[in-house]
């Protein structure tokens, strides 16, 4: 067994314009006053890093490391949720994602993928120089719209999805696999990986790839109805990331999974702090410390009442006050007795009996 890192950060939805949050080192301090010990970057966000020099320059990357060191923070990974979405998008959100890309992309789908792509390489080549080991992204969504079955699916569609979505990302999954990053998609709704089930049928169209894994996120899977701590006796191979976030559900007599369109606050389903929604934490960091997970316990800040700065507080200590560290010894040692095979076969009756 091994001791989960942390407590980290997502600075994603902490990062704005105004100072301290509209750059590295400010964040780095930041975090480190509200007792983080690691940082996840994310990588669109030209504020904390730009991701092509941090590809090709080790000198910018070391630059990065020593800014996070300057607060005695760790970086945890780099994430692209934005730019992997990007690379699978079904036309339904051309528009609505639009935003996620460079303006001059912009009503222009198949210079944007192309864009988002390289995206991609780049962070796996930023990634090895930043000594990282894991990526979180997004996988996409070509299938989202015919999540319900209504009218029924064309005979064929959900598995031609599939296979173009495999056609797009194994190309992206070889070249972190050239620089040993294993690449973790966020399973999440609105992604075509968003159950176990989705990330079975699209590691199969990838040949088992190596570099396909998971992001651990149980807030997205309370939200589905799903067994989230059995899903990690399921998956627990593949999970090499972990973002702590809280959720809820709360199905009534007028809405329930899909949310009615109301805000986050109305909805059945809907984000809270660590702590403050129904997620088992002491049974999740007991079945992954259990299976040997040593990677990091990144916070994901996102709650429809708290502030931000309270959260990320709480969020720090809620993580460390969670994190098992891991004993060097059996606690009933003090008991044992030592190896005698002789007192063995005594204990058991057999002594002196005869083998046939």
């Not at 997004?138 to 064929?156: K, M, N």
Request: with cysteine; hydrophobic share 40%.
């Amino acid at each position: 067994m091994k001791t989960i890192k942390g407590p980290a950060v997502f600075l994603a939805q902490f990062a704005g314009d105004d100072a301290p949050f509209n750059s590295l080192s400010g964040m780095a301090g930041w975090a480190a006053e509200k007792g983080f010990k690691g940082v996840e970057i994310p990588s669109w966000d030209r504020r904390l890093i730009d991701l092509a020099q941090a590809a090709e320059s080790q000198t910018y990357a070391d630059e990065i490391l020593g800014v996070l060191a300057e607060h005695d923070l760790q970086l945890t990974d780099l994430a692209s949720h934005l730019q992997g979405q990007l690379v699978a998008l079904h036309p339904a959100f051309d528009l609505p994602a639009d935003s996620f890309a460079p303006a001059s992309l912009r009503n222009d789908p198949q210079a944007r993928q192309q864009w988002a792509t390289e995206q991609l390489y780049l962070a796996a080549r930023a990634s090895r120089r930043l000594g990282l080991e894991k990526h979180v992204t997004f996988s996409g969504t070509l299938l989202w719209p015919f999540l319900y079955p209504y009218p029924q699916w064309p005979e064929g569609l959900i598995d031609e999805g599939f296979n173009e979505l495999a056609r797009r990302w194994i190309p992206i999954l070889n070249a972190f696999d050239e620089q040993g990053i294993d690449l973790c998609y966020e399973i999440h709704p609105t992604e075509d990986l968003h159950d176990g089930l989705t990330f079975e049928r699209f590691l199969e169209k990838t040949h088992n790839h190596l570099r396909c894994n998971i992001m651990y996120d149980p807030s997205h899977l309370i939200l589905q109805g799903i067994d989230y701590l059995t899903y990690i006796d399921h998956y627990h191979q593949r999970i090499k990331a972990f973002h702590v976030k809280d959720a809820e559900f709360r199905p009534n007599g007028k809405t329930g999974a899909y949310g009615g369109y109301q805000s986050w606050t109305s909805r059945a389903g809907r984000f809270r702090s660590p702590g403050d929604g129904q997620t088992d934490f002491s049974g999740i960091f007991s079945k992954l410390t259990g299976y040997g997970f040593d990677g990091w316990a990144v916070l994901e800040w996102e709650c429809c009442f708290k502030n931000p700065e309270d959260g990320a507080r709480e969020g720090a200590q809620f993580i460390s006050d969670h994190i098992i560290r891991v004993t060097d010894k059996p606690f009933d040692d003090f008991c044992k007795s030592w190896a005698d095979p002789s007192l063995n076969r005594k204990i058991l009756g057999i002594e002196g009996a005869k083998h046939a």
